[in-house]
């Protein structure tokens, strides 16, 4: 029994895989597969790249960014060497000639099946856990009666280095590439890596890895210049090298470095014949050699490719979520978490948005998927790299680069509270305030405890305010696109004021936290809700921001730009709103947010570029933070919804932008139906309710996280876990199991019978505290009816 079939695709019966049953999908379908430093992206049509630790610095293979054509990638052509005919087992670079198609995109690999005529080939992709490198493991079968005799090409082009390489010219001068006879492994080498780095090694610096390509059978021959294979005015839609059958098996400097090998064999009729191929980016060329060699053997790698199934399985499994809507368990029990961990902590890239750095806020905020995960330690290492790239001042960087360790000194107002934000998360999870005893390194030198480099950051923030007691928002907030706003140190943000009091109250409630701060911090919230609700309160809802020049953002006086989620949503979560206000900002937000597809960050969208605004005015309107529904922040509002009205309007918030759900009209929705976008077009947008950057920062982790605390009020909590039961309309009950404190939590929710009284039960025993009891074994069993 498959699941959600819609024009293009369904999902497995396990919902482990979404198989794409057609290769034109709207947009790219793809998968990232990566092992926190080696990785690779790839789209239904099997295009895409490579990188090792950084997707845009460290970029192994060539792809120019061009969703329609899609035609960039890593490629395979099969050739019959008697009717010279040839095709592609993949639907890029040949397109049509393929007479059954099939993709199945799981956690951690990427099976492409076709068939043409009488062969049928199968092409397993995935990375291996501890090795630089990826493998292609191509199946291949005749069906037919007679033998067949083939040619299998592979087809990609050297990058090495930072992408893209538009001056390809100049970057092919510096590329080595070589052909190792007696392992048959194609090698690559750069003398050039552009890495921003101060030093005198700045464009002065070799490339410290030898690429790698090789297979698991003795390669008949090889092409490793672009010109030899495609030939003058060529195309990988037709290679030269491919149409002849013929290869050069030159190597060397100077030309326009790709990799080509060409395996010949003859499959006789029903034969199965298996290859595996790799790709890497080594360390060093002992190595790169040392890897080749090991993945010949393809019962290594069906053994690798089988822990990396299981490495996903295991690390998703500890989260369990049963209820009757199908789309929900499909994202919860699996895709939601695969997507933060694999595309945003490891491979931070994808097709919408190539990247490769740290966001000081971005990837601590994904970090917390591990903590519904039962896997805090994940989380703690998250929140160390961040505090270790804070300045002694207590300032941060916006993001930074792997490798390099450069980045951008911020001028956020925002950014360095994250880590207090995400501090108390961990807290919360674990108990464990050891942590804050850590000692962690300033990125400019010295060192301090994780409580000192939180305390510093508030620090700051609490410096940072106007006359009148509000947070300034500096060159933008969350909302980067914010970014005029406040650019000359005047300008206030209300959704700041929001956020520090949130964090300033939850600090001084930790205990065994110094009473002075305590008391301070108390004081100095009160005052921030004070200076909010004296000076923020439009009317009907809170506005968002002021000036340089003193004129309101999001403000009932703004002709466009009028009312912004975030300042009301935080205005409950952060508890500054009494109950009246809350409940009048929330509907508002309702009354002008909310739309069938999701509620609006902004709205009505800006049409005209406002200097006085910055970047987000530029943007289309409709589009991204410019009134699209920005679905990072959509999740704080499904939050604030089970604050204040409860599961049900929760659910029906958190529904109305579930991409399963949405993706039941795929031609009109787009994105793919396995993963959140970023951002889906507003009601201003050219197609309204069109998925945008999809497997984007931000949204996944917090989509489940808005789904187990919103939809399933499950909270973790010092003093324990609380469960705030509600069953949406038309559930008789649900069930998690989620990892707590080490044990797990068996929770099973269901409706009171006729004449039953709501109660909840612990083991068998009736129990009335507000907090499950912290675990003494393995698991615990709670039933709570309702
Ligand atoms: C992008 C940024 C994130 C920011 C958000 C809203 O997702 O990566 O840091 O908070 O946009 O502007």
């Not at 005799?149 to 070589?178: C, K, M, N, S």
């Not at 699996?334 to 994808?350: D, F, N, P, V």
Request: charged letters at 20%; one cysteine or more.
């Amino acid at each position: 029994m498959d699941q959600l079939h819609n024009t293009y695709g369904y999902f497995s019966d396990d919902g482990h895989e979404y198989i794409i049953t057609r290769p034109d999908t709207p947009m790219p379908w793809i998968n990232v597969l990566s092992n926190g430093d080696y990785g690779l992206v790839i789209s239904q049509a099997g295009s895409g790249y490579s990188w090792r630790t950084h997707a845009s610095l460290n970029r192994i293979t060539r792809w120019e960014q061009d969703l329609i054509r899609d035609e960039w990638g890593k490629y395979l052509y099969l050739r019959d060497i008697s009717s010279s005919e040839f095709w592609s087992p993949t639907w890029q670079p040949c397109g049509e000639s393929l007479d059954q198609y099939r993709v199945r995109h799981g956690l951690g690999y990427t099976v492409i099946e076709s068939r043409r005529g009488t062969l049928g080939s199968q092409l397993t992709c995935f990375v291996p856990l501890d090795a630089p490198c990826e493998v292609w493991l191509l199946r291949l079968e005749n069906l037919g009666d007679q033998p067949r005799g083939l040619q299998v090409f592979t087809y990609l082009e050297w990058l090495l280095g930072a992408a893209p390489d538009w001056h390809r010219e100049f970057h092919r001068t510096f590329i080595e590439t070589q052909f190792h006879q007696e392992h048959g492994v194609l090698l690559a080498t750069k003398v050039l890596w552009e890495l921003p780095v101060q030093s005198k090694t700045h464009w002065n610096h070799s490339w410290p890895y030898v690429a790698f390509h090789s297979a698991s059978e003795t390669p008949a021959g090889f092409d490793a210049d672009k010109r030899d294979f495609l030939g003058r005015h060529g195309t990988p839609h037709r290679p030269q090298a491919v149409v002849s059958g013929r290869w050069s098996n030159r190597a060397g400097r100077w030309g326009d470095a790709i990799g080509s090998l060409v395996l010949e064999m003859t499959l006789a009729p029903g034969e199965t014949r298996e290859i595996a191929f790799t790709l890497g980016a080594a360390d060093d060329r002992e190595q790169a050699l040392a890897l080749a060699q090991k993945y010949r053997d393809t019962a290594i790698v069906y053994a690798e490719l089988q822990a990396v199934r299981e490495y996903w399985r295991n690390l998703i499994g500890t989260l369990k979520v049963e209820t009757p809507d199908p789309a929900l368990n499909l994202l919860a029990n699996g895709w939601l978490a695969y997507q933060a961990i694999a595309g945003r902590l490891y491979g931070r890239t994808a097709y919408y948005q190539t990247g490769g750095a740290y966001g000081f806020r971005d990837q601590l905020q994904d970090s917390l998927v591990w903590l519904l995960l039962g896997r805090p330690e994940k989380t703690l290492e998250q929140i160390r790299l961040h505090a270790a790239h804070q300045y002694q001042d207590g300032i941060v960087l916006h993001w930074w680069h792997p490798l390099a360790e450069t980045g951008m000194r911020s001028d956020y107002s925002d950014d360095l509270l994250w880590l207090p934000f995400v501090t108390l998360y961990y807290l919360h999870a674990t108990g464990d305030f050891s942590c804050l005893e850590q000692e962690i390194p300033f990125y400019d030198g010295g060192s301090a405890s994780l409580r000192e480099h939180c305390l510093r950051a508030f620090e700051v923030a609490l410096r940072r305010r106007s006359p009148r007691g509000l947070p300034l928002i500096l060159k933008g907030d969350w909302n980067d696109g914010l970014n005029a706003v406040g650019a000359e140190g005047r300008g206030e943000s209300v959704w700041m004021a929001h956020f520090l009091h949130y964090l300033l109250c939850a600090w001084a409630a930790l205990p065994g936290e110094d009473s002075n701060t305590a008391a301070r911090f108390r004081r100095e919230a009160e005052a921030l809700r004070e200076a909010v609700n004296q000076h923020a309160w439009d009317g009907a809802w809170y506005w968002r921001a002021s000036t340089d020049t003193g004129l309101l953002v999001g403000s009932q006086h703004s002709l466009e730009g009028r009312i912004f989620l975030n300042a009301q949503t935080w205005a409950v979560l952060s508890g500054v709103a009494d109950d009246q206000r809350a409940r009048q900002a929330m509907a508002s937000a309702r009354t002008h947010l909310y739309s069938p597809y999701g509620p609006l960050l902004l709205a009505p969208a800006y049409t005209q570029p406002d200097p006085e605004i910055g970047y987000l005015s530029r943007y289309a309107p409709g589009t991204r933070e410019n009134g699209g529904v920005y679905c990072h922040a959509a999740c704080w509002a499904v939050l604030a919804e089970r604050r204040l009205n409860g599961a049900q309007a929760a659910y029906d918030l958190w529904r109305s932008f579930c991409p399963p759900v949405r993706g039941a009209d795929p031609d009109h929705y787009a994105g793919e139906p396995y993963v959140m976008p970023g951002n889906i077009g507003g009601p201003q947008a050219a197609v309204p309710g069109q998925a945008g950057w999809t497997w984007y920062t931000g949204s996944a982790a917090w989509y489940l996280r808005a789904l187990i605390e919103g939809v399933l009020g499950i909270e973790a909590r010092l003093e324990g876990l609380r469960v705030h039961a509600a069953l949406p309309d038309g559930w008789e009950q649900y069930h998690v199991q989620y990892r707590f404190r080490g044990s797990l939590y068996d929770i099973t929710v269901r409706r009171a019978a006729a004449g039953e009284r709501p109660a909840c039960q612990v083991d068998g025993q009736f129990w009335t505290g507000e907090y499950l009891p912290l675990p003494t074994g393995d698991s615990i069993h709670v039933v709570i009816s309702v």
